[in-house]
């Protein structure tokens, strides 16, 4: 069968598409252009997902039609052939990344056979980025790693790259992209088969590269809007099925992929170099001339497609295989009809001119690549004239740069004009010779991606103050080193110095850190210099290794964190009373801030419930997380011969981030210094952690102390000078400031830019610009919106850090970069669905999964119509901490009426809901809201059940995302996205844009 396909669209919830692009909208413009088959675009957005799954229903194998197939005409004044109208499913990513040393930034399009395909890649996908915001996401997800998402999820889908050579959003664009197929995909590259040329570039072009051979370069007309559909589009003479589809663009050359139908390259709007905003164009010799700078402003010049080519082509002249598809080149028939009439492509009177001509033809393409030129010429022998012309390439071609696109006439300046009538107007009137193509000579690789801004590092070498620090031979050191001087290094080299020059024993050494992230840090640098002998030397916080070192005597002891802590004490304690177990957290908390401090009177009788809570813990076998260290401290302190036994023979003692300690952690210091070299390092300016115990004065009183040698780094690698001044002014009015003056290493002309807001939203709304500036944009749109685009260093998402002093303070960012889809975490931050009025469905999900506990049911028993205190006590002292079936369990307890009928009520329901699910989450979760007080069309609940169907049928996977995304407080280094966090979350951290 022959038939057309546009396989790059994309549906109303992309940005700066149309509202009428939807599936009744796509389906009748679809007949109008003369196209049989479209890709749905977006399925990764759960709106638009919702909406294919109600609306589409199976037709050929792979391929879905409308269930309603009565759809309202495109255009009132013509009736098209009626062509039968399928849906593929498909959608476009959008990932910017780092790989390779560069920031890239990559579309890909994915095309799946069915709908439980596309479930389980937007399930994968929700818990990476964002995919609500946009239809078409953006990720910071390496495209080799969406491939494997797709191979693993859906084994008969495949992947293009798309629009290949768009300069800032490509595989081998000149600003984010690849030199090779195999650099961006990597061991998967052969999955990769099929790439899509774009607009500004044709099979001409891409067949002077010989590396592209063996893909398939297919069309298509990546529009936001149903009158733009078939700008570029795919014809194929195969079966009707998606698998017939996928072995003709694996197999090109034996003819189901027949032809392809094309944008004249020049038309497109990367097709040349320049600056839009300056009017400037120029073919790539011209660049080469002027060093790629635009001659009006300065800035660096958009390099485009044809420049791009040029650099990687090999041949002068394109190879074609035999078998390839044919090539027709087209303008769209609102411009040809536009230019005829002189006016505007969506002018009314084209537009009604337009509706005859497809009411005469049955469709564009019908007339533009099918109909007999006599024909055409009975009907209006200058459009015959025109189409006979753009048939046999006859045209006059403006090129498009740096966003803007080009322009291709049939007619010459005047000639239209000279033409009077519609009978023999061309009758010795001399032909116009169309304008010659640019030329397209390969020049030398000079246009690559621009390399990373990365941070000014510390020297792999030492420098004297960091060599005085690595090799001091006295007992004891305390190193007062500021921000950016190689703190770290000097440690870890300190280490290495120790165990090789001085013959040291690793198992001997302890290197305390004051975060886990820390700890991970410095293990790595410490396995890469020293590889296994590294891993004897422990490497942790100060509560993991007090916890250590009391595991030592009570292997099974159990710590109590915070969301243990109440279920214990209600345990332990079920006469108390709730009101009483709060008094009981204020004591605890006011106990363990005065052991931090150091203020706990001497001999001091404790409270009651305090003094009972303490006291059960060791015979439980159970330690309160809070108090793991100064317990540790006060046995090791109290029992001399325990301390030998479980310390050991520590020799060397490292402590990072000395200016924080607290009173507990310093009396371990002394006691390990008892028999340990100690090495402290620390800066004073750094201290910001007073609220939390620690204690300032310790680092002044270990520097005081008799036989200890006392150094400084000073040397900043990491900032530029005006931030080293800026935080220096501040810094001189601190209280209490350490006197280190920092020398800056760094030439970075980088500044301290500062912005007053007349509002919150105001303030967010600029945030974003200015990561969408130093990101270079994160679309097309952007790119021409950012201030300085053009100026600022390619960043990635990861690069770019948010700080506020308080967590109330990130909302309105967080909600602006969600409307623009940019991918962020927010640190510490309470997810959407945790918010009073979702939190029920939120537990009621987890009480479904297999792995639910005796807390998220008891959590979910709490929102519940007659189950009070006394049902939730009762519940909680009678039932085990895991129970499998807990509502069973519950009703065999005697509990008041009511509360048993909730209960009741609540387990009939979940074994349907659980059998529902496994059709899909989002019905069963909506039909279950009202039951949990929950208003389903409320718009936080229509997001979690946008959220839900996205993760199909994966009950399991849908609670586990929920449960990682309500805990992830932590900062996450591996995540590519913008980090949200409070000051004192940032400590430790380092990015290029704060």
Same mark, same amino acid.
Not at 144 to 151: F, N
Not at 561 to 586: M, N, T
Not at 618 to 627: H, M, R, S, T
């Given at each position: 069968m022959r038939y057309i396909a546009d396989l790059h669209i994309h549906s109303p919830f992309s940005r700066a598409t149309s509202k009428t692009g939807n599936l009744q909208g796509l389906a009748a413009w679809a007949r109008v252009k003369g196209i049989h088959l479209l890709g749905t675009g977006d399925f990764t957005h759960?709106?638009?997902? &919702?909406?294919?799954?109600?609306?589409?229903?199976?037709?050929?194998?792979?391929?879905?039609?409308l269930k309603d197939e009565a759809i309202p005409p495109a255009l009132s004044q013509a009736t098209p052939v009626a062509l039968p109208s399928r =849906?593929?499913?498909?959608?476009?990513?959008?990932?910017?990344?780092?790989?390779?040393?560069?920031?890239?930034?990559?579309?890909?399009?994915?095309?799946? %056979?069915?709908?439980?395909?596309?479930?389980?890649?937007? &399930?994968?996908?929700?818990?990476i980025g964002n995919i609500e915001s946009d239809g078409r996401p953006i990720l910071g997800l390496d495209s080799r790693d969406l491939l494997e998402i797709l191979l693993e999820k859906a084994p008969e889908g495949f992947l293009v790259p798309a629009h290949i050579w768009t300069p800032w959003f490509s595989l081998f664009g000149s600003r984010s992209g690849f030199d090779t197929i195999e650099e961006c995909y990597g061991d998967l590259s052969p999955h990769v088969f099929a790439l899509e040329t774009g607009l500004s570039s044709d099979p001409d072009m891409n067949r002077l590269i010989p590396p592209l051979?063996?893909?398939?370069?297919?069309?298509?007309?990546?529009?936001?809007?149903?009158?733009?559909?078939?700008?570029?589009?795919?014809?194929?003479?195969?079966?009707?099925?998606?698998?017939?589809?996928?072995?003709?663009?694996?197999?090109?050359?034996t003819g189901g992929f027949a032809a392809t139908i094309e944008f004249y390259p020049e038309e497109g709007k990367y097709h040349c170099d320049g600056h839009r905003n300056c009017k400037v164009c120029l073919e790539p010799a011209e660049t080469r001339k002027i060093g790629a700078i635009c001659p009006v402003c300065g800035n660096p010049l958009t390099v485009g497609v044809l420049?791009?080519?040029?650099?990687?082509?090999?041949?002068?002249? %394109?190879?074609?295989?035999?078998?390839?598809?044919?090539?027709?080149?087209?303008?769209?028939?609102?411009?040809?009809?536009g230019e005829i009439l002189g006016a505007g492509p969506a002018t009314k009177g084209v537009m009604a001119l337009y509706a005859k001509v497809i009411d005469r033809f049955g469709s564009e393409f019908a007339l533009l690549l099918d109909t007999p030129v006599e024909e055409i010429n009975q009907f209006s022998p200058v459009l015959g004239e025109a189409v006979a012309r753009i048939r046999t390439g006859k045209v006059i071609r403006t090129p498009g740069y740096d966003g803007e696109f080009g322009v291709i006439r049939v007619f010459a300046a005047g000639e239209r004009e000279a033409l009077a009538g519609q009978i023999g107007l061309f009758a010795g009137k001399k032909t116009i010779r169309p304008a010659k193509k640019l030329p397209r000579t390969p020049l030398p690789l000079e246009s690559k991606p621009l390399p990373p801004a990365d941070t000014p590092k510390a020297p792999r070498k030492p420098n004297p103050e960091q060599l005085a620090a690595i090799t001091s031979t006295a007992r004891n050191i305390l190193v007062a080193a500021g921000p950016g001087t190689g703190k770290t290094f000097t440690l870890v080299a300190r280490i290495e110095h120790l165990l090789t020059a001085e013959h040291g024993r690793a198992e001997e050494m302890v290197a305390i850190t004051f975060t886990n992230r820390a700890a991970r840090e410095m293990q790595e640098r410490l396995s890469r210099e020293l590889g296994e002998a590294a891993?004897?030397?422990?490497?942790?916080?100060?509560?993991?290794?007090?916890?250590?070192l009391l595991r030592k005597e009570t292997p099974d002891l159990l710590v109590i964190g915070e969301d243990e802590r109440d279920l214990y004490l209600?345990?332990?304690?079920?006469?108390?009373?709730? @009101?009483?177990?709060?008094?009981?957290?204020?004591?605890?908390?006011?106990?363990?801030?005065?052991?931090?401090?150091?203020?706990?009177?001497?001999?001091? @009788?404790? %409270?009651? /419930?305090?003094?009972?809570?303490?006291?059960?813990?060791? %015979?439980?076998?159970?330690?309160?997380?809070?108090?793991?260290?100064?317990?540790?401290?006060?046995?090791? &302190?109290?029992?001399?011969?325990?301390?030998?036994?479980?310390?050991?023979?520590?020799?060397?003692?490292?402590?990072?981030?000395?200016?924080?300690?607290?009173?507990?952690?310093?009396?371990l210091v002394l006691l390990l210094g008892a028999q340990a070299r100690v090495? @402290?390092?620390?800066?004073?300016?750094?201290?910001?952690?007073? =609220?939390?115990?620690?204690?300032?004065?310790?680092?002044?009183?270990?520097?005081?102390?008799?036989?200890?040698?006392?150094?400084?780094?000073?040397?900043?690698?990491?900032?530029?000078?005006?931030?080293?001044?800026?935080?220096?002014? /501040?810094?001189?009015?601190?209280?209490?400031?350490g006197d280190t003056q920092l020398i800056a290493e760094s030439t970075s002309t980088a500044r301290i830019e500062w912005h007053q807001a007349p509002s919150a939203q105001a303030e967010a709304e600029w945030i974003v610009r200015c990561i969408e500036e130093g990101l270079g944009g994160t679309s097309s749109l952007s790119r021409y919106t950012a201030r300085r685009g053009d100026q600022a260093p390619p960043r990635s998402f990861a690069d770019f850090a948010i700080l506020y002093r308080l967590s109330q303070l990130a909302e309105p960012i967080a909600e602006a970069l969600h409307r623009k889809g940019i991918p962020f975490q927010l640190v510490g931050a309470t997810p959407f669905y945790l918010k009073p009025g979702l939190k029920s469905a939120y537990h009621f999900l987890l009480a479904n999964a297999a792995d639910a506990h005796l807390h998220d049911h008891l959590l979910l028993m709490a929102s519940l119509p007659g189950i009070g205190e006394a049902t939730l006590s009762r519940l909680e002292q009678e039932l085990p901490m895991r129970c499998p079936d807990f509502y069973s369990a519950a009703l065999a307890l005697p509990l008041p009426a009511g509360a048993a009928q909730s209960i009741a009520e609540m387990g009939k329901t979940l074994a349907p809901f659980r059998r529902a699910a496994e059709h899909g989450l989002a019905?069963?979760? @909506?039909?279950?809201?009202?039951?949990?007080?929950?208003?389903?069309?409320g718009p936080e609940a229509k997001r979690l059940l946008q959220l839900a169907n996205a993760f199909g049928n994966d009950l399991q996977g849908f609670c586990e995302h929920l449960r990682q995304n309500a805990q992830a407080t932590a900062y996450d280094e591996r995540a590519e996205a913008v980090a949200l966090m409070t000051m004192h979350g940032a400590k430790g951290l380092e990015f290029p844009v704060v």
């Amino acid at each position: 069968m022959r038939y057309i396909a546009d396989l790059h669209i994309h549906s109303p919830f992309s940005r700066a598409t149309s509202k009428t692009g939807n599936l009744q909208g796509l389906a009748a413009w679809a007949r109008v252009k003369g196209i049989h088959l479209l890709g749905t675009g977006d399925f990764t957005h759960p709106g638009w997902f &919702s909406q294919l799954k109600e609306q589409l229903e199976p037709a050929e194998p792979g391929f879905y039609k409308l269930k309603d197939e009565a759809i309202p005409p495109a255009l009132s004044q013509a009736t098209p052939v009626a062509l039968p109208s399928r =849906f593929l499913l498909t959608a476009e990513i959008s990932s910017i990344y780092k790989r390779h040393g560069a920031v890239r930034k990559v579309h890909n399009l994915l095309y799946v %056979p069915d709908f439980a395909s596309a479930e389980r890649i937007n &399930s994968v996908l929700a818990g990476i980025g964002n995919i609500e915001s946009d239809g078409r996401p953006i990720l910071g997800l390496d495209s080799r790693d969406l491939l494997e998402i797709l191979l693993e999820k859906a084994p008969e889908g495949f992947l293009v790259p798309a629009h290949i050579w768009t300069p800032w959003f490509s595989l081998f664009g000149s600003r984010s992209g690849f030199d090779t197929i195999e650099e961006c995909y990597g061991d998967l590259s052969p999955h990769v088969f099929a790439l899509e040329t774009g607009l500004s570039s044709d099979p001409d072009m891409n067949r002077l590269i010989p590396p592209l051979d063996r893909f398939a370069l297919i069309s298509n007309s990546d529009c936001h809007s149903p009158g733009k559909l078939g700008r570029e589009a795919n014809i194929f003479n195969t079966g009707f099925s998606f698998t017939d589809l996928r072995e003709a663009l694996k197999n090109p050359l034996t003819g189901g992929f027949a032809a392809t139908i094309e944008f004249y390259p020049e038309e497109g709007k990367y097709h040349c170099d320049g600056h839009r905003n300056c009017k400037v164009c120029l073919e790539p010799a011209e660049t080469r001339k002027i060093g790629a700078i635009c001659p009006v402003c300065g800035n660096p010049l958009t390099v485009g497609v044809l420049h791009r080519v040029m650099e990687l082509a090999e041949r002068t002249e %394109p190879y074609y295989p035999p078998g390839s598809p044919v090539v027709h080149s087209l303008i769209p028939l609102p411009e040809v009809l536009g230019e005829i009439l002189g006016a505007g492509p969506a002018t009314k009177g084209v537009m009604a001119l337009y509706a005859k001509v497809i009411d005469r033809f049955g469709s564009e393409f019908a007339l533009l690549l099918d109909t007999p030129v006599e024909e055409i010429n009975q009907f209006s022998p200058v459009l015959g004239e025109a189409v006979a012309r753009i048939r046999t390439g006859k045209v006059i071609r403006t090129p498009g740069y740096d966003g803007e696109f080009g322009v291709i006439r049939v007619f010459a300046a005047g000639e239209r004009e000279a033409l009077a009538g519609q009978i023999g107007l061309f009758a010795g009137k001399k032909t116009i010779r169309p304008a010659k193509k640019l030329p397209r000579t390969p020049l030398p690789l000079e246009s690559k991606p621009l390399p990373p801004a990365d941070t000014p590092k510390a020297p792999r070498k030492p420098n004297p103050e960091q060599l005085a620090a690595i090799t001091s031979t006295a007992r004891n050191i305390l190193v007062a080193a500021g921000p950016g001087t190689g703190k770290t290094f000097t440690l870890v080299a300190r280490i290495e110095h120790l165990l090789t020059a001085e013959h040291g024993r690793a198992e001997e050494m302890v290197a305390i850190t004051f975060t886990n992230r820390a700890a991970r840090e410095m293990q790595e640098r410490l396995s890469r210099e020293l590889g296994e002998a590294a891993r004897a030397v422990f490497v942790g916080t100060f509560h993991a290794y007090c916890l250590a070192l009391l595991r030592k005597e009570t292997p099974d002891l159990l710590v109590i964190g915070e969301d243990e802590r109440d279920l214990y004490l209600r345990k332990v304690f079920p006469e108390v009373s709730r @009101a009483e177990h709060h008094i009981l957290k204020k004591q605890l908390a006011g106990y363990v801030d005065q052991l931090n401090r150091g203020t706990l009177p001497a001999g001091g @009788a404790l %409270p009651e /419930l305090l003094a009972r809570y303490l006291a059960s813990l060791a %015979p439980n076998k159970a330690i309160d997380l809070d108090l793991v260290i100064p317990l540790c401290v006060e046995r090791l &302190s109290s029992e001399p011969a325990l301390a030998g036994h479980i310390i050991g023979r520590a020799t060397h003692l490292f402590v990072d981030e000395f200016q924080d300690l607290n009173h507990p952690q310093y009396r371990l210091v002394l006691l390990l210094g008892a028999q340990a070299r100690v090495f @402290a390092i620390g800066d004073p300016n750094q201290a910001i952690y007073g =609220f939390r115990g620690s204690d300032l004065t310790l680092f002044q009183r270990f520097r005081d102390r008799e036989g200890v040698a006392t150094l400084a780094l000073i040397r900043n690698y990491r900032s530029a000078p005006a931030i080293i001044d800026g935080a220096a002014a /501040l810094i001189r009015r601190n209280r209490q400031s350490g006197d280190t003056q920092l020398i800056a290493e760094s030439t970075s002309t980088a500044r301290i830019e500062w912005h007053q807001a007349p509002s919150a939203q105001a303030e967010a709304e600029w945030i974003v610009r200015c990561i969408e500036e130093g990101l270079g944009g994160t679309s097309s749109l952007s790119r021409y919106t950012a201030r300085r685009g053009d100026q600022a260093p390619p960043r990635s998402f990861a690069d770019f850090a948010i700080l506020y002093r308080l967590s109330q303070l990130a909302e309105p960012i967080a909600e602006a970069l969600h409307r623009k889809g940019i991918p962020f975490q927010l640190v510490g931050a309470t997810p959407f669905y945790l918010k009073p009025g979702l939190k029920s469905a939120y537990h009621f999900l987890l009480a479904n999964a297999a792995d639910a506990h005796l807390h998220d049911h008891l959590l979910l028993m709490a929102s519940l119509p007659g189950i009070g205190e006394a049902t939730l006590s009762r519940l909680e002292q009678e039932l085990p901490m895991r129970c499998p079936d807990f509502y069973s369990a519950a009703l065999a307890l005697p509990l008041p009426a009511g509360a048993a009928q909730s209960i009741a009520e609540m387990g009939k329901t979940l074994a349907p809901f659980r059998r529902a699910a496994e059709h899909g989450l989002a019905l069963p979760l @909506a039909e279950a809201m009202p039951m949990l007080g929950i208003d389903p069309q409320g718009p936080e609940a229509k997001r979690l059940l946008q959220l839900a169907n996205a993760f199909g049928n994966d009950l399991q996977g849908f609670c586990e995302h929920l449960r990682q995304n309500a805990q992830a407080t932590a900062y996450d280094e591996r995540a590519e996205a913008v980090a949200l966090m409070t000051m004192h979350g940032a400590k430790g951290l380092e990015f290029p844009v704060v």
